[in-house]
C-alpha cells in the first residue's frame, strides 16, 4: 500500500497540468501548509476542516490555494491558471479519475478566485478555497 497526501498529490498534478511556467517544483515555487517569504511568486495549498462523506469511503476536504505575485495582473493570472486546471464549469466540478495514480477526486470551486490583499512587502495575495471529494490519506 503506498502512501498518500492530498496536497501533495494536488501540487504533482499542478505541475503537470496547470500550465504555469511558476508551478515547477514541490517545496520550491509551490508550496504546502506555509508559504516562505521567498520566492516573491509562489502558490501555496493548505487544507482546513472539512466533512466526512456519506458513504464512508470518502472524505470532503477542504482545500485553499494562494497565490502571492509581485505584481497585480501576473498573480491574478496565475490564479486563474490554477483555477481553470482544477474546475470545469460545464458540468459545476471536475471529476479527476488520476490526480496521480493512487488518487481520484471530485474538485468544487466554492468561489471564483479573489484578491485578499496585498501583503507587507507589497506583494498580491489571491486565493480561492475549493471542496476536494477524495479516498482517504494512508
Known sequence: MSDKNLLLDLV????AYASDPD???????IFRDWMPDSPDNATCLSEYPGETAENGDADLRSVQVKVRASSYESGRKKIWRVYNCLYDPENDVKIIDNITANRWGIIKPRQAP???????SDRDIFVFNMGVTTDRDE
Not at 504533482?12 to 505541475?15: A, D, G, K, S, T
Not at 479573489?114 to 507587507?120: A, Q, S, V
Open 12 to 15: 504533482v498534478y499542478l505541475i
Open 23 to 29: 508551478i515547477t517544483a514541490d517545496g520550491v515555487d
Open 114 to 120: 479573489y484578491h485578499l490583499n496585498r501583503d507587507e
